[in-house]
């Protein structure tokens, strides 16, 4: 397989919960190697989108492709091409790090040599080789926090989806967390995060902003600025938010 | 293949590493096995009597040494008249009481009928028809030797003898009756709780969220789950099984591989109950309340502690949903009587087109929801 440049295509995507439109005709494409911000309060829609694009739900209409695969026919292909990362924190605390790497490692279907090189590789990357048998629930929640990061990378997906993975963190460790962010994207794999800081979405490359079940923008963070004549993202947000409460 | 022996393994390492759970898995059976054999009884062994004699006679004492004589009575106190041995009662001192009435031997000796008074608390109907039926068999023995000898003439004082004799527990024991339907208890409360939380407490955690992203297939995620308390529950059953055979020398004269056999099919009838709860529930909490109601139901309809026989017609009737039952049933067939295969065939396959519907049923839900 040739890896196409652009690795999700999503074209028309409309999601209906009955007569609730929660994705209303969504347009966008995501390129490989890039980190793409996808904003938006509560309730705009995220969270339905991301479960769509991970293989979770089928949409009611529309034409969407994650790492080369149809969202209604290959979910499982997809599943096996993406890693994902939620705000809930997602491994297991009763068992050791690299028990859970292993767990991981296995059920994408690592060999086992590759699962004790990788989990070497990820700890090393983080440098916490020396927690590497100690049980999740003894360590601190940053430290958690990137190890999860590094178990949704493990093998080696063409796009990671992080569904607000700094919640709860403290500023340091947010930013460190960024760092690995980046590293990871350099590396070739596609970055889809939501978050509700604003500071991080300036360190997105591109930006979506998600109101009421439509994508209202999506831009880099500086034309987004430039655009809507804001001086920080964070400005921008609340404008695009507000301007739709006003006209409801 | 290889993803199930990963689930696998996780589900191992989570539930030895659980210190809440070993115990839960290896000391409470024994407890349970050990208390629930021995204090389960339907025999009443010590009634407190009190006596009232009013005729303080050689006939009189004789039955009450008779009383005293048996195992199953204790005489707590003689009283003076029916008013004070009736405040025994009243009060909870005493279970049953017997009045002599004046004149008791000298009716004896004019060969003119005699009676006597027998109470008994009857707060709960079963133990006091035993209670009764014990009295009257002291009775009706102290009658028969009055008959002796009052008439010598008369040698034959039943007209027709019965000779009884009990099969497959000789000696009535109680233990040889009940460990087998307490091991059945055991394993199903093990499978059904073990199972039914299992899934919950992923879904409580998050991390079921993780593992619906990865491309873990449903059904390797059940057998993933599933396996593990099935093998549980199996260790579990030849664990109580031992325990029964050499601590308690409860016999076993069918055949082991035969009993597992069964037991293999059970538990996929109880696992399937507990992937079903474990799909209704959000919560761990939930889980429990729900597997305590529907396991409460099934052990008292089981017949363990009451026949089946004596049920209504539409509780029989209901019973034929009941899992544990079958087990029981079949399980007491195994042990007690060495019966084969075809002795309980029907019942066998009842088992396991309810496994094959339980399971798919639960699946099909599972499928829905997670």
């Known amino acids: 397989m040739t890896k196409a440049d652009t690795v999700i295509v999503v074209k028309d995507l409309v999601k209906k919960f009955g007569s609730f439109v929660a994705n209303d005709h969504l347009n966008f494409e995501v390129k490989r190697g890039e980190i793409f911000g996808f904003l938006g309060a509560n309730g705009a829609g995220k969270t339905t989108a991301i479960k769509i694009l991970c293989g979770l739900q089928s949409p009611t209409s529309g034409d969407i492709k994650v790492a080369g695969f149809n969202v209604y026919t290959q979910t499982n292909k997809i599943k096996q091409h993406i890693g994902y990362m939620s705000q809930k924190f997602s491994l297991y605390e009763d068992l050791t790090v690299s028990e859970n790497f292993r767990f991981y490692g296995g059920i994408y279907g690592l060999s086992n040599k590759l699962i004790r090189e990788r989990t070497k590789t990820l700890l090393q990357r983080l440098d916490l080789e020396h927690a590497a048998n100690k049980v999740l629930r003894d360590i601190p929640l940053g430290w958690k926090q990137k190890l999860a990061f590094s178990v949704a990378v493990m093998h080696n997906p063409e796009v990671v989806f992080l569904d607000e993975p700094t919640g709860g963190v403290d500023p340091i460790t947010r930013r460190q967390f960024w760092e690995l962010i980046y590293e990871e994207a350099n590396r070739g794999t596609t970055i889809f995060v939501t978050t509700h800081y604003m500071d991080e979405a300036e360190y997105c490359q591109r930006v979506s902003i998600m109101v009421d079940g439509r994508i209202e923008a999506l831009d880099s963070p500086k034309k987004l600025k430039e655009t809507y004549q804001a001086a920080s993202m964070n400005e921008v947000f609340i404008r695009l938010a507000r301007a739709q409460k006003n006209t409801e | 293949m290889r993803t ?367």
């Open chain 2, 4 to 370: 199930i022996l990963f689930i696998l393994q996780k589900e191992f390492r989570q539930l030895f590493r659980d210190k809440t759970m070993l115990p839960i898995i290896f000391i409470i059976p024994v407890f349970q096995l050990v208390i629930l054999s021995f204090t389960a009884t339907f025999e009443i062994k010590h009634t407190r009597l009190v006596v009232v004699d009013q005729d303080r006679s050689a006939e009189s004492r004789e039955l009450i040494s008779r009383f005293k004589g048996s195992a199953f009575y204790i005489v707590t106190a003689q009283a003076e008249t029916y008013q004070q041995a009736a405040e025994f009662l009243k009060n909870g001192d005493a279970d049953q009481l017997i009045v002599i009435p004046e004149n008791f031997e000298r009716n004896i000796i004019n060969h003119t009928s005699t009676d006597l008074l027998l109470v008994t608390d009857a707060i709960n109907g079963s133990a006091a028809s035993l209670m009764s039926a014990y009295a009257m068999a002291i009775i009706n023995n102290f009658n028969q030797y009055l008959i002796v000898e009052q008439m010598p003439s008369v040698t034959h004082t039943e007209p027709i003898g019965i000779e009884s004799s009990y099969w497959y527990n000789p000696r009535l024991n109680y233990l040889t009756y009940m460990v087998p339907g307490i091991l059945v208890l055991l394993v199903t409360i093990i499978a059904m709780f073990l199972s039914g939380m299992n899934v919950v407490k992923e879904k409580e955690l998050g991390t079921i969220e993780q593992i619906n992203v990865t491309p873990i297939l449903k059904y390797q995620f059940i057998i993933g789950k599933l396996l593990p308390f099935w093998m549980v529950a199996m260790f579990e059953l030849l664990f109580g099984l031992a325990i029964a055979r050499f601590l308690f020398q409860v016999p076993f004269l069918g055949s082991l591989p035969l009993l597992l056999g069964v037991a293999a099919v059970y538990l996929l009838v109880v696992l399937g109950f507990g992937l079903f709860v474990s799909t209704v529930a959000d919560t761990m909490q939930q889980s429990m309340f729900i597997s305590w109601f529907l396991l409460v139901v099934f052990i008292l309809m089981s017949g363990l502690f009451t026949p089946v026989e004596s049920m209504p017609d539409w509780a029989q009737y209901l019973n034929k949903l009941n899992p544990v039952s079958y087990f029981i049933k079949i399980n007491r067939m195994i042990m007690l009587k060495g019966s084969g295969f075809s002795d309980f065939s029907n019942l066998f396959y009842t088992l396991v087109v309810y496994a094959a519907a339980v399971l798919s049923l639960s699946v099909w839900r599972y499928k829905k929801v997670a």
